[in-house]
């Protein structure tokens, strides 16, 4: 068990509105990441952590946000939330290459 | 634009019977990654290989890994029906960060 944790783990929004997902670990990992999946698409990077306050965007990063200013917090926020965005969102951390998942946040945008 | 693709994408086998998932990449990797995810969990990681020719191997479930052909096969010996899940395969992004490319993920269903 990596202690990640997930909040919330489900949320139903209208669009327009703001998101704000958040990704805690209990250990000082460095590197964090923000997924989405989506049928037909398996998993997507949206941003990546690599420190504190360093991060880099990922393949799919348009719309979305993210924040570390704590090692053990990531956050991802969505500015206006759209339709698009309706998917369940995955953190992870990365150790000695190997890659372990929160347990998801199911997001429906209205 | 490194790709990741595995077939077959559905696969339905009946318990007992063998079969190989597959994972090709289009950029040059020297390591990757297999994640087992049952419906409405999290991934869990199966398999790291980290270089031409790795093998590893976990009860009914063995992988390999080519680089020189960017290939990747997930091989199911003898399968159970607890081996029903989908199956990712990934690999490192090209660029020498910390960034992973998935596959979209191979359905399998295991019928008693």
């Known amino acids: 068990d990596a202690g990640i944790t997930q909040s919330p783990r489900h949320k139903v929004t209208e669009t327009g509105t703001p998101v704000t997902l958040r990704c805690h670990q209990t250990?000082?990992?460095?590197?964090m990441y923000w997924y989405r999946q989506d049928p037909g698409h398996g998993l997507r990077l949206i941003h990546y952590s690599y420190g504190v306050k360093d991060t880099d965007k990922g393949e799919v990063s348009d719309g979305y946000s993210v924040s570390r200013s704590k090692t053990e917090d990531f956050l991802l926020t969505l500015e206006s939330a759209t339709s698009s965005q309706t998917s369940v969102y995955f953190c992870?951390?990365?150790?000695?290459?190997?890659?372990?998942f929160g347990p998801g946040t199911r997001l429906t945008v209205t | 634009e490194l790709k990741v693709e595995q077939n077959p994408l559905f696969l339905s086998m009946q318990e007992g019977k063998n079969y190989t998932i597959y994972c090709n990449y289009s950029?040059?990797?020297?390591?990757l990654y297999w994640y087992r995810q049952d419906p409405g969990k999290s991934l869990e990681s199966l398999f790291v290989?980290?270089?031409?020719?790795a093998v590893k191997q976990e009860g009914r479930l063995m992988a390999s890994l080519d680089t020189k052909a960017r290939l990747s096969t997930l091989h199911i010996t003898a399968a159970v029906h607890d081996l029903s899940a989908t199956y990712f395969c990934?690999?490192?992004?090209?660029?020498?960060?910390?960034?992973?490319?998935f596959g979209t993920g191979t359905r399998l269903k295991v019928l008693a």
């Open positions: 250990e000082n990992h460095r590197y």
């Open positions: 290989l980290l270089s031409n020719g």
């Open positions: 990934a690999v490192d992004a090209p660029s020498g960060t910390y960034k992973y490319i």
């Open positions: 992870a951390i990365s150790i000695a290459y190997e890659q372990y």
């Open positions: 950029t040059t990797s020297d390591r």
